[in-house]
């Protein structure tokens, strides 16, 4: 391949990556635009929060509650290397809150809502749904992706909350039940350790990573290819992307609250 | 009426219009045929604004399609899909109603209803399928349930895409006397595409021929056995030899 090839093939997949880039963004200006205007679909919001809210309690608890328990584990033999074993209570509060509630939530979610919307919409896609919908006057941004995005807003913030309080039990019970510590102590310092600009740190990443994940299942199933194949490749595209976007968010948004 | 003049579409380097021109008349049924890949429900989704054409105008009752109030003017169209494209997180009753429970055309939800049961008897479903979903019907019900999504607004205008597709003979002639008896009791203005010659023969007034991204051929069905064309001859005809290319 000469140079000069090299360069052109350079450019061009330079230039299709941010073309990508591009598309991706006017996509989520639309559909926070679409938010904005009526007409509203209560509906199909209160079925998202459901889908997107509700039903992934589960898998958040258990996923918080296993890394709390690890995490406290963890941080027990680490500081035995040099007398610190004490900080279990505030290290796991301060990961929990800060990094892993936040960022294991988002990519929880990311697993189970964004491969489902992208799925749902590429396979309605597909099927020739998306057409339906515009033949029947309803627009798909507005029907299909904001109701979507709005309840994860709303959810993951919330859920990563939620995550947050049970990663601290899961590292309060292997703390006070395996490791010695007292009840009462463990909480008290694990209350006295946290900032309120922790919880708001771990919330405004819930909501960052939640918009990520809808905008990235919404996203992908819109622009679905056809067949069986098209609607593979979508959701696998849209969780890859998911997953990226949060650790990047995640890295960005660290690095104002550091800053903070 | 419905005019399309010289529409051009491609897709990347593939001409599919390549200068379509057609008028339906107003309260007619128009047939447009064609082998698989002529473009067909890319002109049909071009009138409705799913697909932009590259070129040419499409002019509904004189007015430019990509003009005006867009919800508006869909208001005035009911279309058929071939898959019957019905969403499948809604009951049927839901389906049907859909354009009556949201939007301009919105009405109290026990009155959408009782429209959505009675679009559905009159494509001969009873009313106890209002309650399922479309994963629970056949084909065949879920053709008629497409239909009586189409119809449930009673729109001046109705596309029927591939109308008889993946369906039996006797539940195909079924599905075609409906669209004949719904669009001369609607006395609405219909554009049908199939390759299917008994619904040709069934349901049109007209017929047009696209071949080549063109209209190879337009005119009454009673003259589409004389035509004296040779693409439409082979077409319907069903023979492999003759002006359009068989790929075996």
Redesign the interface.
Known sequence: MTPIALLARLGRTALAGLSAVGRAALFALGAFSHMLRPPYYPREVLNALLNIGWLSLPVVGLTAIFTGGALALQIYAGGARFNAEAVVPQIVAIGMVRELGPVLVGLMIAARVTSSIAAEIATMKVTEQIDALVTLSTHPMKYLVAPRVLAALITVPVLVGIGDIIGIMGGYTVAVQNLGFNAAAYLKNTVDFLEPLDIVSSLVKGAAFGTIAAMMGCYYGMQSGRGAQGVGRATKGSVEAAAVLILAANFVLTGVFFSL | MIRMENVHKAFGDNQVLNGMTLEIPKGTSMVIIGGSGTGKSVAL?SI???ITPDSGQIFVDGKPADSGD??KF??R???L???G????SLPVWQNVA??LL????KRPAEEARAIAIEKLRRVGLKANVADLFPSELSGGMQKRVGLA?AIAAEPEIIFFDEPTTGLDPIMSGVINDLIREIVVEMGATAMTITHDMTSVRAIADNVAMLHGGVIQWTGPVAEMDHSGDPYLDQFIHGRAEGPIEAVR
């Open positions: 989704k409705l604004g799913l867009r919800d869909l208001a169209f009911g279309m899909f071939q898959g494209a019905l969403f499948d859909f354009r949201r939007g301009t055309l999504r």
